[in-house]
């Protein structure tokens, strides 16, 4: 299996589609930031803002980070689809499937590589944290401290796994429709609208009665799970449970994508 | 050459649904160190017989083994190089870069690399991206690509397809280099002048069967006569009386017989004694493409 990652590194090292990802993921807690640093400069062009200047501090930086998990697992999302799709529709899955490997041990080949990304991703999504809070404590003069070491690598691990379901589904949506149009349109209606949608619904009926239903939706547990960082209400899911059920959610497209392998016929 | 066998099915099969047919009952031994040609028309099942040898698709029925294993196993990939249709690889990579990722998936040291880069006369190119190649280097590549592993067993899916004839003429250069020695070579085509320039034996295929397997020279070597002759329905009339009606055939306004060249002489004068005016009498040697064309029940040009 470490021959299957070790090229798999060397293939996504030099893709253009792992690069921009990586390039927008940083764009969008640089964003945050530049916004946040705009309206402390000029309080006058958002006055109804109101600002929260301590969010953007060094001691916060993990909590004003993990924000930027919803996009950012977007963006796995589309990556992890392309990477599965294109490996179809160039071929390149014939070419690795005719080497030394096994089906099973190319796919967790691959999917190990994947999760190495979107820890990098998890990564430059808290160094931009780090750079961006230090820029505003600077021009605010104001003392910098840090988080507990052990809130900052929670923080790595909550993101990482927010990141890495989102990844692993667009990767077995990849592999599904064998081709990467279809499964980045799939996945994104999917994260950023139907889930919605069917939350919303399930949690109406009845006042509410299926509310844990709607309660195991990846949405949700993602939500609650970054959010808890900032102290916010993360309504019935606690942290703790928000993981076990996004560790699930990673199982089970891990589990799909190897069996859509192991089974059909590499065409 | 060596009568040990590296490929060898039994009852081969594959059906997509319940209507296609794609291989039937196919029956095939490839021997080591020969250049084996896989001959069939366009869709008649060789790159889904290959594909199933290397472990890309599963057959509905039927066995195979190939170098030692069955297909896709692990062991036995490691013993065999392919390239089956196009050759996949990353568009955004180097050719370099692009069999450096293939040798870590075989897990070959990158030395090989640049090996493989030189039989295929690549290496002033390699720094190219893949998706700026012309189809004859991606061809090329894709061989590179397959004999990475140095293989005992190379298996081509119509290498020269998309080639231009300097392209087919360097390639078919390149597969007689490579098969020299112990390597087994599996090279399917519906080129006749091709597989009858590098191949040792042919397995024909048509409508997803194997209808035959033999030598080159013994799938040609079936000895005739030709005979041109006026009234020809006397002539037929004489020759089928002399050598049985399943010898006589007449094809093109001639009159083919599966009988040795040495009896012209018998042939002609019979016929001059039954009144028959002989235009043309002498032996003929069938080409790759009349075999192919009997065989498969195809028409030229058709």
Redesign the interface.
């Known amino acids: 299996m470490i021959s299957v990652i070790k090229a798999d590194l060397r293939k996504h090292w030099r893709r253009p589609a792992f690069r921009v990802g990586a390039a927008l993921v940083a764009l969008l807690v640089a964003v945050n930031y530049g916004i946040g640093l705009a309206e402390l400069i000029w309080p006058s062009i958002a006055p109804q803002s109101g600002v929260d200047v301590d969010i953007l501090y060094p001691a916060n930086f993990v909590n004003n980070a993990t924000g930027a998990a919803g996009l950012s697992s977007a963006i796995a999302m589309i990556v992890g689809a392309l990477m599965a799709g294109s490996d179809y529709s160039w071929g390149t899955l014939k070419t690795a499937l005719t080497q030394r490997a096994g089906r099973l041990t190319t796919v967790a080949g691959r999917i190990a590589a994947y999760l190495l990304y979107t820890a990098l991703l998890a990564l430059i999504i808290l160094a931009m944290g780090v750079a961006g809070s230090v820029v505003v404590a600077t021009y605010q003069s104001h003392p910098i401290s840090w988080p507990a070491a052990i809130d900052i690598a929670k923080g790595f691990g909550a993101l990482w796994l927010v990141l890495s379901v989102s990844g692993t589904l667009g990767i077995a949506l990849g592999t599904l429709f064998r081709q990467p149009a279809a499964a980045v349109g799939a996945g994104l209606i999917y994260g950023l609208a139907l889930q919605v949608l069917i939350v919303r619904f399930i949690a109406g009926i009845n006042d509410g009665q299926l509310k844990w239903l709607a309660n195991l939706f990846e949405g949700e547990n993602s939500q609650a799970l970054t959010r808890s960082f900032g102290g916010a209400a993360t309504g019935d899911i606690t942290p703790e449970r928000a993981v076990l059920v996004l560790l699930a959610y990673v199982a089970i497209y891990v589990a799909a994508t190897a069996a859509l392998v192991r089974q059909r016929d590499a065409t | 050459m060596q009568n040990i066998t590296v490929v060898e099915t039994h009852g081969l099969t594959k059906r997509f649904g319940s209507r296609v047919l794609a291989v039937d009952s196919v029956a095939m031994s490839v021997r080591r160190g020969e250049v084996y040609g896989f001959l069939g028309p366009n869709g008649a099942g060789k790159t889904t017989t290959l ?1 199933m040898l ?5 057959p509905t029925a039927g066995t195979a083994t190939v170098a030692g294993h069955a297909p ?3 062991a036995g ?2 013993r ?1 190089g ?1 390239l ?10 180097s050719g370099r ?1 692009n069999l ?3 040798a ?4 070959i040291d990158h030395k090989r690399v640049e090996q493989v880069l030189e039989i295929v006369e690549l290496s002033s190119r390699a720094h190219r991206k893949f998706g700026t190649y012309s189809t004859g280097m991606k061809q090329r590549l894709g061989v590179a ?1 397959a004999l990475l ?1 140095d293989p005992e067993l190379l298996i081509l899916d119509e290498p020269t397809n998309g080639l231009d004839p300097q392209g087919m003429a360097e390639m078919r250069r390149l597969i007689k280099e490579v098969g020299q020695g112990d390597r087994t070579v599996l090279l399917s085509s519906h080129l006749l002048g091709e597989v009858e320039q590098i191949c040792d034996r042919v397995g024909v295929i048509s409508n997803g069967r194997l209808v035959k397997q033999s030598s080159v020279q013994e799938l040609l070597g079936e000895e005739g006569v030709l005979v041109r002759a006026q009234p020809i329905d006397q002539a037929e009339a004489v020759l089928t009386r002399m050598f049985g009606p399943q010898a006589v055939t007449r094809q093109d306004g001639a009159l083919h017989l599966k009988t040795k060249p040495e009896h012209a002489v018998d042939i002609n004068r019979e016929l001059i004694v039954a009144g028959v005016t002989v235009s043309e009498l002498r032996p003929f040697e069938r080409s790759l493409e009349e075999v192919f064309f009997q065989l498969t029940g195809e028409r030229q040009g058709s």
């Open positions: 594909r290397v472990g890309l698709i599963r896709g196993a692990p990939l490691a065999i392919s089956i249709e196009a050759p996949g690889f990353f568009p955004y990579l870069e450096r990722v293939v870590d998936l075989a897990e690509a592993k």
